[in-house]
Structures are given as C-alpha cells and as structure tokens.
C-alpha cells in the first residue's frame, strides 16, 4: 500500500484485549461471541496485512478462574504470529498497560494511535483505553468489536441490564476524547 493511499485517520497499532477460550467459547462465552470472533479476526487481518503492530493481551486470572493460567480457558482463541510487529502481554490486572511492557513496545514504535477490541467492554477494555487516552494516544473502539455479559438483576436496584447495553455505557464512560466507531470494518490501519 503506497502512503498516498493510506486513510489520514488510520490507525498504527490493534491492542486485542482477553480474547481467551472461557470467554469466547462454549456454554461460558459472551454473548454474541461468533459474530464478534469474525469482527475481531478480521481487524486482526487487516492490521498484520498493513504493516500496523498488533498486541494481543492475556489475562492471568486468579485460580479457579475460568482464565486460570495455564488452563485451557486461559488459551489465546486466535494464533499469534510472534514477531516484532506482534506480540503477546500477560496481565494480572484490568489495564493492559499495568505491569507489562505495553507502553515501551508502543513508544519504540512510535506509535500514536491505536484500536482497541476485545473483552470485557466495561472492565478490560475500558482500562485499557481509558490508560491509552490518558497516555495521550488516539483511540478508536470500533462498537461492534468489543463484548462483555449481561449484567444480572439486582433486588431493589435494577433488572438485568443486557450485554449490548453494558458495552455502549462502558464506551460512553470513557468520556468525549475516545473515537467510538459503529462498525469494525471501518477501522484501517497503517505500518509505524
């Protein structure tokens, strides 16, 4: 791709937050997990095939979790293709930049803008924006690429609050500074 035909808005690096077997895979999986694997595939495409970094995170959940470390739940869905360009983080906590090397693989790239999808939309995702926009990066959170589970009823405080809802407060939470886009074929991307 010539530099004349890259998008002024596109985006240099896709940080893919959790996608993990216990949350995108049998009777565990958020809901709508199928189409939004394709959405998150694709962009996973379409970055490697630009010359962009992608990052993919992996959380270490506590044990007994269903992301326990080293259990078939904690298990990256997608391959990764190991390299200078792509990379794997393990975290412990929601922020994808607390306590990895997240950032300085960012500023060794001199990257500035980067999309984020993954799971969970309110937790994860939204820390990890959130400390990107914070670091002074462009964010794009394409909406149709992020996921999370419903949230139950609670007695007296509220009935169940569907997952498409919790993914649309958590982008609007994250204030007027993220670029919320509707779908994930939109995002395009370019090598740093």
């Given at each position: 791709?010539?530099s ?15 996608i993990q ?19 998150i ?18 959380n ?20 990764v ?23 300085a ?20 995702v939204?820390?990890?924006a ?36 919790v ?8 204030g007027?500074?993220?670029?919320i886009?509707?779908?994930?074929a939109?995002v ?5």
């Amino acid at each position: 791709m010539s530099s004349q035909s890259v998008p002024p808005d596109a985006v240099e690096a896709l940080i893919v937050v959790d996608i993990q077997s216990a949350f995108v895979t049998g009777d565990g999986a958020v809901p709508s997990a199928a189409p939004l694997l394709v959405r998150i595939e694709d962009l996973i495409g379409r970055a490697r095939d630009s010359g962009a970094l992608v990052v993919h995170l992996q959380n270490d959940g506590p044990d007994g979790a269903p992301d326990e470390a080293g259990t078939p739940g904690w298990e990256l869905h997608f391959p990764v293709e190991q390299g200078p360009r792509e990379v794997t983080y393990r975290k412990t906590e929601d922020d994808g930049f607390a306590e990895t090397e997240l950032g300085a693989f960012l500023e060794k790239h001199g990257v500035r803008s980067v999309a984020v999808c993954g799971v969970m939309s309110e937790m994860c995702v939204g820390a990890t924006a959130r400390t990107a926009l914070a670091r002074g990066y462009r964010v794009v959170l394409p909406h149709d690429a992020h996921g999370t589970y419903d949230i139950p009823a609670a007695p007296g405080i509220s009935d169940l609050v569907p997952a498409p809802m919790v993914s649309r407060v958590a982008e609007w939470a994250l204030g007027d500074e993220v670029e919320i886009v509707a779908h994930a074929a939109a995002v395009t991307f370019r090598a740093v």
